[in-house]
C-alpha cells in the first residue's frame, strides 16, 4: 500500500514541475526572443515482485511487475527562430539563421525536425546551431541572447535592455560616435558610416552556439554557455547563413495552444495523484483505527 503512496506523491511533484514550465511559457508569451521551454518527464524502473516463503527448499512466486512512478527528468528549450516583429526603432535587431550541419557519415545536410533536433541511426542527438547576440553582463561574464531591444547610453554604449554591453566579433563594447538616427546596420551585421554609407570594420558580435540546448538560463533573457557538456560558441563565419534585421525584434515562439493543454493536463492529473492519495490515507486510516482495534 505504502508503494502507490509514494507512486502517487512522485505523480504529484512530476505534474506540480510540468505545470510550473506551462505556466512559465504562458507568462513568457510576449517576452522577446523568449525559448519555450518543453518539460520531460520519465519513469522509474520497474521492479519485478516476488513472494518468498522464506524456506530455501520452496520456489519463489512471481507476483508481476511494479511501477514506482515516475519524475521530471529536464527541461528542454525549443530553440527555434521566432517571429519578426517590426518596431522601426534603429536600436532594435533580430538575428535570423539557418545553419547547416552536414551529416558525418553521409555529408549530406542533416534534415533537422520542427524543433531544431535530429536523432541519428545510432542513437546520437545533433541539435541545430543557433546564432546569438554576443554581450557582456556587469560582472563582466559573456552572455547570449536573442533579446536585441537595446537602448544607447549618454556614453555612446550599446546596451541590453537589461544593462548588459553589446560587444563586438572582437569581443569590444560596441560605442556609437553618431546619433541614434543615424545608427545604421546591413544584413551582415556591420555598422554603417552615416556619412558616406559604407560599411565600416566593425559588426555586432554574433555568436553561433553549436548545442543550443546546453545553454543554461539567467532569468534576464541571457544565456551563459554549459562547457561541462560540451557546448561550444563560436563568431559567426562567412559560411554561416545569418541575417540582421534592424528594426525588428524577434518574439516569443510559445505556442499558446499547446501551453494551454499541458498546463490543464498537468493539472488534472495532478488532481487525479490527490485523489489517489487521498483514497490510501483513508484505508490506512481503516486499517490503524478500525480492524487494528478488533
Known amino acids: 500500500m505504502l508503494r502507490g503512496l509514494y507512486t502517487a506523491a512522485a505523480g504529484m511533484i512530476t505534474e506540480q514541475r510540468r505545470h510550473d ?33 522464506g524456506d530455501a527448499n520452496l520456489p519463489t512466486k512471481r ?11 529536464e527541461s528542454l528549450s525549443m530553440n527555434v527562430q521566432g517571429a519578426l ?18 551529416d558525418p557519415q553521409t555529408f549530406e545536410p542533416i534534415p ?11 542513437g546520437t542527438v545533433i541539435y541545430k546551431p543557433q546564432a546569438y547576440f554576443t554581450v557582456r553582463d556587469a560582472g563582466g561574464n559573456t552572455r547570449y541572447t536573442r533579446d536585441g531591444h537595446f537602448e544607447v547610453n549618454g556614453t555612446g554604449q550599446l546596451l541590453t535592455s537589461t544593462g548588459s554591453q ?20 546591413d544584413e551582415a551585421g556591420r555598422l554603417v558610416n552615416a556619412v558616406t554609407g559604407a560599411p565600416t570594420d566593425v559588426r555586432l558580435g554574433i555568436s553561433i552556439i ?3 540546448n546546453q545553454l543554461v538560463r539567467q532569468g534576464d533573457g541571457n544565456y551563459s554557455l554549459n562547457e561541462e557538456n560540451g557546448a561550444t560558441a563560436r563568431m559567426m563565419g562567412a559560411a554561416d547563413v545569418v541575417q540582421i534585421h534592424q528594426g525588428y525584434l524577434e518574439g516569443s515562439n510559445v505556442d499558446a495552444s499547446q501551453a494551454t493543454v ?19 490515507d483513508r484505508s490506512l486510516d481503516k486499517a490503524v483505527n478500525e480492524v487494528g482495534r478488533v
Open 21 to 53: 514550465t506551462a505556466t512559465q511559457n504562458i507568462v513568457n508569451m510576449n517576452t522577446t526572443g523568449y525559448k519555450q521551454v518543453n518539460s520531460v518527464n520519465r519513469s522509474f524502473p520497474e521492479m519485478l515482485i516476488t513472494l518468498t516463503s
Open 210 to 212: 553549436d548545442q543550443p
Open 262 to 280: 499541458d498546463m490543464n493536463a498537468a493539472f488534472r492529473a495532478y488532481e487525479a495523484n490527490q485523489k489517489v492519495i487521498q483514497f490510501y
Open 112 to 122: 533537422f525536425d520542427a524543433s531544431g533536433k535530429f536523432v541519428g541511426a545510432d
Open 85 to 102: 516583429m517590426e518596431t522601426k526603432r534603429n536600436s532594435d535587431f533580430a538575428v535570423s539563421s539557418n545553419i547547416n550541419v552536414d
Open 166 to 185: 553589446v560587444m563586438d566579433m572582437d569581443g569590444q563594447p560596441i560605442v556609437l560616435t553618431g546619433s541614434v538616427e543615424q545608427f545604421k546596420v
Open 63 to 73: 507476483l508481476g511487475r511494479l511501477n514506482s512512478g515516475v519524475f521530471a527528468e
